[in-house]
């Protein structure tokens, strides 16, 4: 990229639709000065310095991290991989909706993070926000729609989401105008506009860039209710869903058997729910919240694993300090 001229002193911050910017302010008067900045994007770093009003860019390789984003990247999709049963993990987010959050959790060996917006209050602009500071850090953002209705699902994906999961899916029409609302024409219905978050702001044909969000794009349905599960082989078969993920809290209240994780009503609903999903090539979720339970799951044939939730694990580990603090006293 050749030289800026840049007229006017900077000072420029906290533009987390494009990354992470970092400008000095400087002296147009200072002929010697010189001012370096760093502009992480689309997994690179760019490295920029001023020298008396001239911006000049370069481009370097980035860290380790992000050389293993290359590499991820050359590999099959999230959703190619979870279609193909095979193991994808990441965590669930219902409060830490923080900076840092998508790092911490990818340095954690975290593949997505699945942002929640049915319980905990996230709303578009602080998912966009969050969808933005995944951008080259080698994890996909994803979230949980209150509902299944278009203008969740689609402003979700427009905002920056590579992956939408909706709540109480209940039947095959359900799944149909999900399926719609997420994909373009002429496999779905979702309206059209580039050159935004979703596309990085980057030109391109849109029927590549259609396309391209169509594979990419993974979208689950969850199985939480007694008439999900009488319907879950019927949602199975609905082109344009890619995951069943089990709500199992939920699941088992409308089962009658609030909590009862280890009843039988609810061990043969996951067996349902996983014949289901095998048969018509689906992906299979849940949230597990510890070690035994991801490794139980897993064994039921679960392949797209979330571990959740953050708050719980965030207080388990301080309260573990904590403790052993106090019982020493």
């Known amino acids: 990229m050749g030289p800026v001229r840049a007229w006017l002193g900077i000072a420029i911050t906290g533009f987390p639709e494009f990354g992470q910017f970092c400008f000095r302010s400087f002296s147009r008067s200072t002929q010697d000065s010189q001012v370096r900045c760093v502009y992480r994007f689309r997994h690179a ?34 959703r190619a991989r979870a279609l193909a049963g095979e193991a994808v993990v990441g965590a669930m987010v219902f409060e830490c909706f923080t900076p840092g959050i998508a790092q911490i959790l990818e340095l954690a060996g975290a593949e997505f993070v699945l942002y929640d917006m049915e319980h905990a209050g996230l709303g578009l602009e602080t998912l966009k926000q969050q969808c933005s500071f995944c951008r080259g850090v080698g994890i996909a953002p994803m979230v949980r729609v209150p509902r299944g209705e278009y203008h969740f699902l689609a402003r979700a994906l427009d905002v920056g989401a590579q992956g939408v999961m909706v709540p109480m899916v209940e039947s095959a029409k359900a799944a149909r105008l999900i399926a719609e609302a997420t994909h373009y024409p002429p496999k779905g219905r979702r309206g059209a506009a580039f050159g935004f978050a979703h596309d990085d702001y980057e030109p391109g044909a849109p029927r590549d860039k259609m396309k391209a969000a169509d594979q990419r794009n993974v979208v689950i349905a969850q199985i939480e209710t007694e008439r999900g599960l009488h319907e879950v082989e019927a949602i199975a078969a609905v082109d344009g869903i890619d995951v069943l993920w089990v709500g199992h809290f939920d699941l088992t209240n409308f089962l009658g058997i609030p909590g009862e994780f280890d009843h039988p009503k609810f061990l043969d609903a996951l067996k349902r729910i996983v014949a289901a999903g095998r048969k018509h090539k689906k992906g299979l979720g849940y949230m597990p919240a510890d070690e035994q339970s991801a490794r139980q799951y897993k064994a039921l044939g679960f392949n797209m694993l979330a571990a959740g939730t953050d708050q719980a694990i965030l207080m388990n580990g301080y309260r573990s300090i904590i403790g052993s603090v106090r019982s020493d006293a």
Request: charged content about 30%.
């Open 45 to 78: 770093r760019v490295t920029g310095h001023l020298y008396s009003g001239d911006f000049r860019i370069s481009r370097r390789a980035g860290s380790a991290a992000r050389n293993r984003m290359g590499e991820t990247l050359a590999k099959r999709s999230l």
